[in-house]
């Protein structure tokens, strides 16, 4: 079973420029996660889909972020215009719901990350 | 706000020594994750504790949670090269949301 995949790995943009990031969950996962780290600081939420749905963008740091789930599969992260602030590693996460998976907790499958630079 | 704090952040270790990394957390959850993360790699889950007193063991390394302290360990025993790596512990907040700790860079020396 492929886990979960992120698009592009690694992406060098210029400050004002538009960037759009891609996460292909684990098939069959209702539930999608985008966090991100930023250098020497702690992993931090972004948003969570449930299907297509936001069920909670609390972590969305300001409206040059946009986060889409069409049809309830993969999702794009779409930054515009970039800020240098921006720049560090975002990851992507999913997980099945939990009367689907038979367990009591939700274990969130973690992709590789996309490493964005802005200059 | 739930808040978690992870020590130390850098430790060198030698083959063959035993060291735990802390993470304490600032307010009740019933969810406690360690993940490890090679580098250029996926977070890879190691252990879910979910109650008082858990403890859950993996070769080498062992979890163990205090909900009443707010404290959770990752014991490592006899390190070898091959534990090198980033550890990270996150709680579950509510909903869904993991909050992480900041990380230990673990890095065993032959």
């Known amino acids: 079973e492929a886990g979960v995949t992120q698009f592009p790995s690694h992406s060098v943009i210029e400050k004002g420029q538009t960037v759009t990031l891609r996460c292909d969950p684990i098939?069959?996962?209702?539930?999608l996660y985008w966090y991100r780290r930023v250098m020497g600081k702690e992993i931090k939420f972004l948003l969570h889909?449930?299907?297509?749905?936001?069920?909670?963008e609390s972590g969305m740091p300001n409206n040059r972020f946009l986060a889409e789930r069409t049809g309830g599969t993969y999702s794009t992260l779409k930054v515009q215009p970039a800020e240098l602030e921006d720049s560090g590693v975002y990851f992507c996460?999913?997980?099945?719901?939990?009367?689907?998976?038979?367990?009591?907790?939700?274990?969130?499958?973690f992709g590789p990350g996309t490493r964005l630079t802005v200059l | 706000e739930l808040k978690v704090e992870q020590n130390p952040l850098f430790l060198s270790m030698q083959e063959g020594k035993n060291y735990t990394i802390y993470c304490n957390y600032s307010?009740?959850?019933?969810?406690l994750y360690w993940y490890r993360q090679d580098p250029g790699k996926s977070l890879e889950s190691l252990f879910v504790?979910?109650?008082?007193?858990a403890v859950k063991q993996e070769g080498r390394l062992m979890a163990s949670l205090d909900t009443k302290a707010r404290l959770s360990t990752l014991h490592i025993t006899a390190a070898v090269h091959d534990l090198s790596a980033t550890y990270f512990c996150?709680?579950?907040?509510?909903?869904?949301?993991?909050?992480f700790g900041a990380g230990t860079i673990l890095r065993v020396k032959s």
């Open positions: 098939s069959g996962h209702d539930n």
């Open positions: 996150a709680v579950l907040e509510y909903g869904n949301k993991l909050v």
């Open positions: 307010t009740t959850s019933d969810r």
């Open positions: 504790l979910l109650s008082n007193g």
């Open positions: 889909f449930v299907k297509e749905s936001k069920q909670d």
């Open positions: 996460a999913s997980s099945l719901h939990p009367k689907k998976s038979g367990v009591s907790y939700n274990e969130q499958f």
